[in-house]
């Protein structure tokens, strides 16, 4: 939510790239369908498109044209995976608006050859419209339980996977928090009394979070969701099967209004914290140390890396569950599609799903791969090593379920889930009562859920 990849315009911070990729890993502005892209998308899917040709007219064969919502370091290292395959490549950074980059293609009759899509949504709906080729990964193409089915529409696959984030984890550094909770019951206790302490003035508040960015209060309500839903109820949902308004949703907002109303929570306060971005989170937390805990996803150590002050890293626990068995494994992806009518895309595809694929990316760190067939010591980077086992041993992995859900439902700045949570969370930090704000939301939820064919 992917990790992403959703949209800078919701998720990501405008002020850094590697904002922009986290918020990434939760997708781009939505397009509702039959929704004119802008002008400036259209200038810019017309100059792509002007450049192909051209390319086309040297005599040399055209390049293999794929869109992505990459920029910046990630950009470059994706540049560097696919100077690996056998013939040429063309790379375009669609940026935050990737889907209404792909509309406006599309209704040009200038499709890119594949595109990397931050969110599963895009995959089906695209599928569904006709626009997309069916796939066949490669041989080594391995998947933990719970994804492979996502990028499916009626039985046919239209969709890998190349690129995951681990979005179910907290920050911290060990100096100022020496022993980790695990459970959510010790998370609540430690937060409360973090919270006393910081308001005595003896001390750092307990938790950092960038609510201003609504992506991130999604992974929180995932997670918790995730651990206190019955099996199926999470999936069900995304897939527009289920009711809003089930106890499990009650009990998931329940939770994050016990832990989001304790005083002295948040430096400055619900209100600060509406205005904090999910850049300045983390900066919170590494380089003023204003706050002693940060969730969110593993692209939080690429923020850490050009921010600490200090030579202590950050270390990482699992996000806590109801008991220590019951540790939720919420992740967000990229998947890559080949646009109909091109079998050089669909051969690239099935390259970029290989185990081997991703090697430049793996040595320079920065990257997790949901292919499990990917040996962990192919892993230079740590912290991704580690999480990869994680993939390996989870009994369940759920998908980030705001990146699953259908048209503006899914969240972009001011609409959709992203925005419902916000009003939650400025609810339950400003008084209101747990069980009014929950009633609150889940009349909300429900309400988008039915306008957008996304459940009850």
Known sequence: MTTAGRAISARRVTSAERAMSARRVTPGGWVTPGAWPSRRTLLRATAAATVTAAAGCSGAPPAVQVAVVWSGGELARFREVVAGYDAGV?????????????????????????????????????????????LTPATSYALPPGLADLLSADGRRYGVWVKAAHKSLFWYFPSMLRTPPRTWDQLVTLTRRLGARSRAGDGPAPLSIGAADGWVLTDWFENVLADVAPAGYYEALAHGEADWRSPSTHTALDRLAELWSVDGAFPGGGRRALLTQYEESVIQVVHHRRATMLFEADFVDDVSGRFRRGPEQPDTFRFPGSRVADRPLIIGGDA???FAGSARGADLVRWLSAGSAFQPWLRAGGYLSPNVSVPLDDYRDPVRRSLAAELRTAGTVHFDLSDGLPGPFTGSDGVGIWRIMQDFFADVTNGVAAGEASRRAIGQLAAAARSTGGGR
């Open 90 to 134: 063309q790379v375009i950074s669609a940026g935050n608006d990737i889907d209404a980059f792909l509309r406006a293609r599309q209704l040009a009759g200038t499709s890119p050859d594949v595109a990397i899509l931050p969110r599963s949504g895009l995959v089906v709906e695209y599928a569904r419209r006709g626009w997309l080729r069916e």
């Open 336 to 338: 890559a599609v080949a």
